[in-house]
């Protein structure tokens, strides 16, 4: 039963098109093609990840950090409270005004007290600048390397200049060691990414990060299992062109240094634009997408890699959002981008600014143009 499912599930039919199969991808003559065992190797390699990261932000990021000037701001830590510390873990962290009022007659706190206690209690949950320096650091690193290391696997590649040439022999063409280490590394790096997303650093964006490393890992799979690996190679390389601008942006945002973020900001955008809303769409994708059907008649195969690339590129479109946004709120005041992905930390003063424009408009009513409108409203107080 087992078997005969495994056969129905692997059939030629379903992965390759008419004419090709399994057997194509069988070592012959001295020539080496993707194995499907080869994919294990990931797994050790995943790990070597987790261990050289832990070492690289003990050992080079904390110092870097330290020569960049980064520091975090020293946190007033939320005082012992179960009752709100049971409203927090259990309810909410961000309470209504009505609650915020019958939690104060449940602790004996006032009003005042429990916003200022939520308050120091979100903070406290909220990663710190050096935290958020270490990973950015990290992935830099990473990025930076890979995508030179993927540039010079492909720049004597003739696909590299004609992307129509990853169809060239298809699926009969052979694997070459800069290819399979490019592909073990890459996947390997990504699967220790979904490992320690538990750990990292949660940014509002969180479950599109989710569904992109999944959709990346699956993608980079199965082209290697069906020998898509000329189209594999081009896709990791448009995506880590722009990856690692990000990263050092982020690393000199945590800095303070403002000039610096905003010009590598300002390339990154321009970067990302490029290589993942025009490169990848009008030049990969209709290669993967549209020029196969003047080859061959469609196959699930097709549909199944093609649909893990629209994936990508929804979530591409979604990024480019918050990018422009990110670009539009910096450049007419000049101020330091922040990532529209992170929750700002909130200071002891925000309360208190809240406070005292409450009280200003109690006593005074709204002001507009210098004068007090007339209705016929009492002041509300909190």
């Known amino acids: 039963m087992l078997s005969r499912l495994s056969e129905l599930i692997w059939a030629d039919w379903i992965w390759f098109p008419e004419g090709h199969g399994w057997a194509d991808l069988k070592d012959h003559d001295g020539k080496v093609f993707p194995n499907p065992r080869d994919l294990w190797a990931t797994i050790p390699i995943a790990l070597c990840f987790l261990v050289i990261r832990q070492i690289f932000e ?9 020569l960049l000037g980064v520091s975090d701001k020293q946190r007033v830590g939320a005082s012992p409270n179960p009752v709100l510390e049971s409203y927090f873990c259990s309810t909410s962290k961000h309470p209504k005004q009505s609650s915020i009022e019958s939690l104060s007659k449940q602790t004996g706190c006032s009003v005042r007290q429990v916003q200022r206690w939520f308050r120091r209690r979100r903070n406290q949950d909220r990663p710190s600048k050096l935290k958020k320096f270490r990973e950015a650091s990290w992935r830099f690193t990473f990025y930076l ?15 590299f200049y004609d992307v129509k040439l990853i169809w ?4 009969k063409m052979p694997l070459l060691p800069s290819q399979y280490w490019y592909y073990m590394i890459e996947l390997g790096f990504y699967i220790s990414l979904l490992v320690s997303v538990a750990s990292d650093v949660k940014r509002k964006d969180f479950k599109e990060q989710i569904i992109h490393h999944v959709a990346t890992i699956a993608l980079i799979s199965f082209s290697w299992l069906v020998n898509y690996i000329r189209a594999g190679t081009l896709i990791m390389l448009v995506h880590d062109a722009a990856d690692y601008l990000m990263e050092s942006a982020k690393m000199f945002n945590y800095a303070g240094w403002r000039r610096t973020c905003n010009f590598i900001f300002t390339m990154f955008a321009a970067v990302f634009i490029v290589t993942r809303l025009i490169i990848l769409p009008f030049w990969i994708i209709h290669t993967t997408f549209v020029y196969p059907l003047t080859l061959y008649s469609p196959f699930f195969g097709f549909y199944f890699f093609n649909g893990l690339m629209c994936v990508l590129q929804v979530l591409h479109i979604f990024w480019a959002v918050l990018i422009l946004r990110m670009v539009v709120k910096f450049l007419p005041g000049n101020d330091i981008v922040e990532d529209e992905r992170s929750d700002k930390e909130e200071t002891e003063s925000d309360d208190e600014d809240g406070d005292c424009e409450r009280r200003e408009k109690s006593r005074n009513g709204h002001v507009q143009n210098g004068h007090t409108v007339l209705n016929n409203n009492h002041s509300k107080r909190d």
């Open 58 to 66: 003990r050992t080079v990021a904390i110092p870097l950090a330290s």
């Open 145 to 159: 390397l890979a995508f030179f290391a993927g540039l010079a696997v492909l720049i004597d590649k003739p696909w």
């Open 168 to 171: 060239e022999n298809f699926p």
